[in-house]
């Protein structure tokens, strides 16, 4: 009997760094479940396969993209601002497949400017997409990396935490570091609870990648400051071949970790041949843990609280 394929859902999938994650993952064996909001008639979409960075990338196309490649794929809409939406995805997800092996949250909504200038609906979204539509996901999965023995991956777009990343685009640094805590916090609860097969890592961008978020600035400064979004998938691919207690709670950049591997070229990731990228992020950053870190004092477990007050 053949070995059922490892299964991988990527929420955030339609186009730019999610699409290019989702297309090498089914290049490499996985059972891609492609999940965002936009759908259409692939069948339609010409020319075909459409610019990766447009709105004419959807998750139907990406899915055609990878059937037409002899992958697995099976695009399922959802919206990260509904917990039921988020959860019918899930439950799809296992409906079809049978399994869940990686889940990876691209999904994220972006405005940056100084608080004055970020309106009140605008952060709103922000920590719906970004923060609760993360928290909401991981819930709803959770259950099923149980069923399976605490065997699972999770990969969260989200950045290390240091001062600057503040500066100039707060609103929006207080859902991507949010984050951050969620995954340096699971990792602590997976830790805690012996689950030693369990990991959940963060990955960022070391230089800026190209997308549809970074259109406005190549029709204004040129692509040469930009990688293509292979650098991504590749850098996923080695986190979730990466042994869990190697990953497990780390915040990484994608050029950091793939040098961590072994990768010494990484010429071949520039868009504009002979480029060499800036990077955009520190070299180093503040450790976060404390002398103290291991010291928990006395545990307090609100579940437990709760039901002894029944």
């Given at each position: 009997m053949a070995q059922p394929?490892?299964?991988?859902?990527?929420?955030?999938?339609?186009?730019?760094?999610g699409r290019q994650v989702a297309i090498d993952l089914a290049r490499e064996g996985y059972a891609v479940v492609v999940a965002a909001k936009s759908t259409s008639d692939a069948s339609q979409t010409k020319?075909?396969?459409?610019?990766?960075?447009?709105?004419?990338?959807?998750?139907?196309?990406?899915?055609?993209?990878?059937?037409e490649a002899g992958g697995t794929a099976t695009a399922i809409a959802v919206d990260t601002r509904d917990f039921p939406s988020i959860q019918a995805l899930v439950d799809q997800t296992i409906s079809t497949y049978g399994r869940l092996d990686a889940l990876i949250y691209n999904s994220g909504a972006i405005w940056w400017a100084s608080v004055e200038n970020s309106p009140m609906k605008r952060f709103q979204l922000m920590q719906r997409v970004n923060v609760e539509g993360l928290y909401g996901t991981v819930q709803a999965?959770?259950?099923?990396?149980?069923?399976?023995?605490?065997?699972?991956?999770?990969?969260?777009?989200?950045?290390?935490?240091?001062?600057?990343?503040?500066?100039?685009?707060?609103?929006?640094?207080?859902?991507?570091?949010?984050?951050?805590?969620?995954?340096k916090g699971l990792a602590m609860d997976f830790e805690r609870e012996g689950k030693k097969d369990m990991a959940i890592t963060s990955i960022w961008p070391a230089v800026a990648i190209q997308s549809a978020a970074t259109e406005s600035a190549v029709r204004e400064e040129g692509a040469s400051d930009l990688r293509k979004p292979t650098i991504y998938s590749d850098a996923i691919l080695a986190m979730l071949r990466s042994k869990a207690e190697e990953v497990n709670g780390c915040l990484e950049l994608d050029e950091d970790f793939l040098r961590k591997k072994g990768v010494t070229d990484f010429a071949k990731y520039s868009v504009v041949e002979g480029a060499s990228p800036r990077r955009i992020m520190p070299a180093e950053f503040p450790d976060l843990?404390?002398?103290?870190?291991?010291?928990?004092?006395?545990r307090v477990d609100s579940t437990k609280m709760r039901a002894s007050k029944i």
């Open positions: 394929k490892e299964v991988a859902l990527i929420i955030g999938a339609s186009r730019g760094i020319p075909f396969p459409p610019d990766p960075n447009s709105s004419a990338s959807t998750i139907s196309t990406v899915a055609r993209e990878i059937h999965a959770l259950p099923q990396f149980g069923k399976q023995a605490w065997k699972g991956r999770i990969i969260v777009v989200s950045p290390p935490i240091y001062s600057r990343f503040f500066r100039g685009k707060t609103a929006y640094a207080m859902g991507k570091v949010g984050m951050s805590v969620l995954t843990r404390v002398k103290e870190q291991d010291d928990e004092g006395k």
